[in-house]
Structures are given as C-alpha cells and as structure tokens.
C-alpha cells in the first residue's frame, strides 16, 4: 500500500554533512507527521527529529543546530540535512512517516522505511 524508501546514507568523516532523503509512495490520500529515528548497535530506536504537515519541528537534544528536518509535501518525501556530524552520530537511520490511505481516508497508519546506514568516522 505505501512504501518509504530512505536515500542518502554512506560513510563521512567526523565534522562532515550528509543528507538524507525518505520518499513515500503508494496509495497516499494524506501524509499527517513524519520523521527521522536512528538506531546504533546495541541501542534502542530514538527519536532524531519529526516534522508536522504544516512544518513545525522537533529535534532530539543531541542533534539540535546541527540536523534540520524539512519535507516536500508535493513530493511526500522528508529530508535530513546533518551537519558537524560526530562520532555518535554513527547509525542506522529510519523515517517514519503518519499516512492516511486512500482506502482508509480517516484512518492514519504508521510507516517506516527500512533504513539507512550512516558511518562517521574519525
């Protein structure tokens, strides 16, 4: 029914950028919330920052004035601009997104992409 397919991840030194794209596609009536979580080895899945439909933002302590959150709602997709990355910021990064199908207009299911891998090293 809906797909989120996340783009952008690699390998950066310690101080770099990156930035990462989640694109929603499928039987989209309507995109409520989306965001960015991240997961490194051995740690639960946290929240990194989440944006609403009409763009307010909310960013984890640990990448706030570093990471930007924004989203195209014309083209459902969510970006992740990561700037000064650091050591920990190493993870596997998921977006997630709050999708009203077009079978179920009145009814938000939560999506998650299926990751990908962000490596800062040193």
């Known amino acids: 029914q809906v797909q989120l397919v996340e783009s952008g991840g690699g390998l950066v030194q310690a101080g770099g950028s990156l930035r990462l794209s989640c694109a929603a596609s499928?039987?989209?009536?309507?995109?409520?919330?989306m965001g960015w979580y991240r997961q490194a080895p051995g740690k639960q899945r946290e929240l990194v920052a989440t944006?609403?439909?009409?763009?307010?933002?909310n960013y984890a302590d640990s990448v706030k004035g570093r990471f930007t959150i924004s989203r195209d709602n014309a083209k459902h997709t969510v970006y992740l601009q990561m700037n000064s990355l650091k050591l920990e910021d190493t993870a596997v990064y998921y977006c997630?997104?709050?999708?009203?199908?077009?079978?179920?207009?009145?009814?938000?299911?939560?999506?998650w992409g299926q990751g990908t891998q962000v490596t800062v090293s040193s």
């Open positions: 997630n997104a709050a999708v009203a199908t077009t079978t179920f207009r009145e009814r938000f299911g939560s999506y």
């Open positions: 944006i609403t439909s009409s763009s307010s933002t």
């Open positions: 499928g039987s989209i009536f309507r995109i409520n919330g």
